[in-house]
């Protein structure tokens, strides 16, 4: 018994161990289909990163694109702001030079009013009665020509003389205030 023992002991051992060709070629051909399996798994996730890759390329060169454009449209807004700033300043320019030119106008115009009327005076009542009126006060600037004289007050600081001037307020005491002024602005001749 020991010795049929050994002997199936054996035989069981060595069947176990055995494989037939059918078995060996069985298991090359899962081997091979796995190894086929895995390599067009690898082919498709290589074709993937490539894919990926090609698609980073094409959206870093339209952000390098987009970046040039922002960029050059950023540069050309400064420059069309900075060109409609110098004309808005040619324009302010131009406006206040129109309106001091206006001022002067004005200004003449009712200097010349006044002096006809002053000049007219003398003649139709006499010569006595016009040195008497001329001698008496001068002459009440025109509107021009006391919004010149506020502008002037203001420049100086006397706020309070400017104000009453440009608002209209308290005529008289701008009259007598500036008489002085006036008498002196046209003996300097300006």
Not at 42 to 59: E, K, N, T
Not at 76 to 100: C, F, H
Not at 106 to 127: C, D, I, K, V
Not at 132 to 141: E, R, Y
Request: proline share 2%.
């Amino acid at each position: 018994m020991n010795h049929h023992t050994t002997w199936r002991a054996a035989l069981l051992a060595a069947g176990a161990c055995v494989a037939t060709s059918a078995d060996v070629d069985s298991l090359r051909s899962t081997i091979n289909d796995l190894r086929v399996t895995q390599t067009r798994s690898d082919s498709a996730r290589a074709a993937q990163i490539a894919m990926a890759g090609a698609q980073m390329a094409l959206l870093d060169d339209s952000m390098r694109a987009l970046s040039a454009r922002i960029a050059k449209m950023n540069g050309d807004m400064r420059g069309d702001l900075y060109a409609i700033n110098q004309q808005l300043i040619q324009i302010q320019e131009l406006t206040g030079q129109s309106q001091r030119r206006l001022q002067d106008l004005r200004s003449s115009l009712e200097q010349r009013q006044a002096e006809g009327q002053t000049g007219a005076a003398p003649a139709a009542a006499g010569a006595a009665v016009g040195a008497a009126a001329a001698g008496s006060a001068p002459a009440t600037p025109g509107p021009s020509e006391l919004f010149q004289l506020s502008l002037d007050q203001l420049r100086r600081g006397s706020n309070a003389t400017a104000r009453n001037g440009l608002v209209g307020r308290g005529q008289r005491r701008l009259q007598r205030g500036w008489a002085r002024s006036v008498v002196v602005a046209r003996r300097r001749g300006t």
